[in-house]
Each structure stands twice: as C-alpha cells, then as structure tokens.
C-alpha cells in the first residue's frame, strides 16, 4: 500500500539510555521513542511498563553483524515493539533479521511479526548504493529512517561554520531522494533524523524542509525538539 503523503504523521524521539524528562501526554504526542541501546535493556523494560503508553517503542541496534541471538532474546523480553536497523545495507539485511526475528519470537513462544522493523540509512553508505529493491522484502518493514548526521560523518563531509541547519552537504541531498524513492517504491513512510537546531524557528524550518522534500515525518534529537515539533 502506498504511503498518503497527506496524512499526518508523528514525530519519533531518539534517546540514548534515559527515559526522557517529560510527562505521558507529551510523549503520546510522539509516534515513538527510539531508545539507542547498545547491549542494555534496562530503559526499555522501564518505558514498556509506563501507565497509559500510546506510542511505540523501539530499539535502536547495529550493524547486524554485532545483534548476537541472546541480545535480540533480551529485546523480545523487554517489551520492544519494533527494532530500528542503524547502518542499515539494504534488502539483505531486512531480510536477515526477519529470520532472526522468526527464530527468535519461535523460541519465545511468541506470536509471528509482533515486531517491526525500522530500516535507518546513512551510517552504512553502501546502503544507499544498493540495486536491490525493499518491496516484499519483508511484512515486518514498517518505515525508513534517513540519518544525514551518520552518512556525513561516515563519507567525510566538512561541518558548516554558520546556519547549520540551512547548509546541506551534497551526499546528503543525494541520500535523502534515495531513501524517499525506496520507501515509496516499498510502501512505506520515510522518516528524516534531524540535525540539532538552535531555536524553534530553525527546528519548524528544518521539520517543514523535510515534509517539502518527501518525508512523512522526522526524528527529533531531543526533548526540546520533540515538544516544539510534537504541538505543531
């Protein structure tokens, strides 16, 4: 099905290992929280179990290489809802944690594709370079996260000495089209991961640089952010 670009879509919130300092009207605003992990559960455990929790929650894992079957049995006891590929490769990858994921949810006892998948782009650049299409490459695949903070980092790109939030680096103007044109063509939306921005103003700019551009919606880097963005 394909993604209705009028429709409104929340913004999700990454974090590194702390539930965020707001109250749960605001992060019900959010579509989710993406709790960057690394190998600990613990914040995750803590989100799951919030009282009146609307919104998903996600753990942020990768490369794929480092996600051993005992860390996925510790995502799956948790209580995460979805898992967001960072330095995602493409249809190879996707389709490998789908197995992962069908292990895994088999020897939990648990009931087949509660878990979604997220596939973020930009920390693995080969990725974006891909030939091979994500359509059907998996009913878990439910969104594409587009982080241009990762991808320029990784290729080398200089950063801007004034208006950051302004001044896009080619390889990222070229990542950002790849990724919308691959999540319309798998029929999914397109999340954009925001750069930090200095004010509300630049914040709304930035957000509405990405919904002229094709994104159904953005990854906030922060509370602030996600509480000027999550009200608009």
């Not at 979604?116 to 650049?125: D, F, V």
């Amino acid at each position: 099905m394909s993604v209705n670009r009028s429709q409104t879509v929340k913004p999700l919130l990454i974090v590194d290992s702390a539930l965020p300092a707001m109250d749960i009207v605001a992060l019900n605003a959010l579509a989710g929280i993406i709790v960057d992990i690394g190998t600990d559960t613990e914040t995750l455990a803590g989100m799951a179990g919030l009282a009146g929790r609307t919104f998903a929650l996600l753990a942020r894992v990768g490369p794929l290489e480092r996600l051993s079957e005992d860390a996925l049995q510790q995502l799956l006891d948790s209580g995460a809802e979805g898992i967001v590929l960072s330095g995602c490769r493409g249809r190879a990858d996707i389709q490998k944690l789908d197995v992962m994921l069908r292990v895994a949810e088999a020897a939990n006892g648990t009931a087949p594709n509660p878990i979604r998948i997220y596939g973020e782009y930009g920390g693995a650049p080969e990725g974006l370079l891909s030939p091979y299409p994500l359509t059907d490459s998996s009913p878990r695949l439910k969104a594409l996260i587009f982080n241009g903070l990762a991808l320029a980092k990784s290729v080398g790109c200089q950063e801007p000495t004034s208006a950051r939030h302004q001044r896009v680096a080619a390889p990222i103007l070229t990542g950002r089209a790849n990724v919308v044109l691959r999540a319309f063509e798998a029929g999914v939306p397109a999340y954009e991961v925001l750069p930090a921005t200095p004010d509300e103003a630049a914040a709304r700019w930035v957000r509405s640089q990405s919904r002229d551009n094709g994104f159904a919606s953005v990854v906030c880097n922060s509370v602030e952010q996600a509480a000027i963005l999550s009200n608009a």
